[in-house]
């Protein structure tokens, strides 16, 4: 029984950054918020294929994981998800002030990073409040540049 649980866990959450995985979001999350009003952010960490090129794959990790842990401190966050590579999807009950997170990541890794954030409501899907957030997220990244 106890390999059960271990294999569950494996299958939805990222053991690098202690969060839950791009599985979870499919399988179980997007079930779960069928009927509800939550706010949706897409998160990555800018030019995060530089910071793995030049001062490589641990320094990413590193970074991956001093990201995760500044977000996992605010209380609005029902759930922190890896979606792939350096891409977090953050699920939460009221609007959260992304600047001040960067001002702190920046400060800790002098990385920064770029978001997205719609409103999933009881009249849209999941899929289409991530697409919005999505999208707004590649505005950010290029307004930045």
């Known amino acids: 029984m106890i390999h059960y649980f271990k294999y569950k866990k494996l299958a939805y959450y990222d053991l690098l950054c202690d969060c839950y995985n791009r599985n ?37 990790d590193r970074a ?5 842990d500044v977000l996992k401190q605010d209380p609005a966050i029902n759930y922190l998800c890896r979606y792939g590579g350096d891409e ?7 609007k959260i002030n992304f600047e001040l997170y960067q001002r702190e990541f920046k400060t800790l890794t002098n990385f920064t990073f770029s978001f ?19 999208k707004k997220l590649y505005i950010n990244k290029r307004n930045r540049k």
């Open 116 to 134: 997205g954030t719609s409103i999933k409501t009881i009249y849209n899907s999941f899929d289409e409040a991530l697409l919005d957030a999505d």
């Open 24 to 60: 979870f979001i499919e399988n179980k999350l997007k079930n779960k918020l069928e009927n509800k009003q939550v706010y949706i952010s897409v998160i990555d960490i800018d030019n995060f294929k530089k910071i793995n090129d030049d001062l490589g794959h641990v320094a990413g």
């Open 64 to 68: 991956l994981k001093q990201f995760i």
């Open 88 to 94: 977090f999807i953050i699920i939460h009950k009221e």
